[in-house]
């Protein structure tokens, strides 16, 4: 085992920690690995999750041998295309990290299998279609809701709250309203002056 120094290996040892808590967050589809860069022929110190069937000792992968020749190589390399040996698609991060003299002490390294989010998403695509062939219109909102949500949007384009439209404003909306079929629902005029904050009698005049 190469000599380190106490701080290198202090980082070594902390890095485990953060590897270990990132793998029992996003098990089982995140495997997390450590790389000790001073050791290439044995790098992969630590492995959470074991997604791409390698063993700790197991050498540097390339990007790890890029940073033990190279300093200035890229210390964080994120979300790039990736895959295990078997072919699954990996969605890969890879985040060096330095000592205090700037050289590259290890790496932490971030696989996510994307097999099973591409069938779910698969699956949830074909769930989530409807047929547009089929000509009806319907909304499943109950009908307060929808006046409210109505005068809101009416308020908003104005830049203001419901209960602080003028009266030409107000007059306005309902007529709007009207325009829409959102009156002839029950209770319209009694929702509509409770949201707006005047009397039914009001709103009763505004829509006549």
Do not use: W
């Amino acid at each position: 085992m190469p000599e380190r120094t106490i701080e290198q290996q202090t980082i070594i040892d902390q890095l485990k920690q953060v590897a270990k808590g990132l793998g029992e967050t996003f098990a089982p589809f995140c495997e997390v690995v450590v790389h000790d860069l001073a050791d290439a022929e044995h790098a992969i110190v630590a492995i959470h999750n074991n997604l791409s069937g390698r063993n700790e000792g197991e050498p540097a992968t390339e990007l790890g041998l890029a940073r033990i020749a190279d300093n200035e190589y890229p210390q964080v390399l994120s979300n790039y295309a990736n895959q295990f040996s078997d072919g699954r698609r990996v969605k890969s991060t890879s985040i060096g990290i330095k000592d205090s003299r700037g050289g590259y002490v290890a790496a932490l390294c971030i696989n996510i299998d994307l097999t099973l989010f591409g069938a779910l998403q698969s699956a949830l695509g074909r769930f989530a279609s409807t047929d547009e062939a089929v000509d009806a219109q319907e909304s499943l909102e109950p009908s307060g809701a929808a006046i409210r949500r109505r005068i809101d949007e009416f308020a908003a384009r104005l830049g203001t709250m419901p209960r602080a439209l003028k009266a030409e404003d107000r007059r306005a909306l309902i007529h709007e309203l009207k325009q829409s079929g959102c009156m002839e629902v029950r209770r319209a005029i009694e929702i509509a002056a409770l949201h707006l904050g005047v009397s039914r009698a009001t709103i009763y005049n505004y829509a006549k």
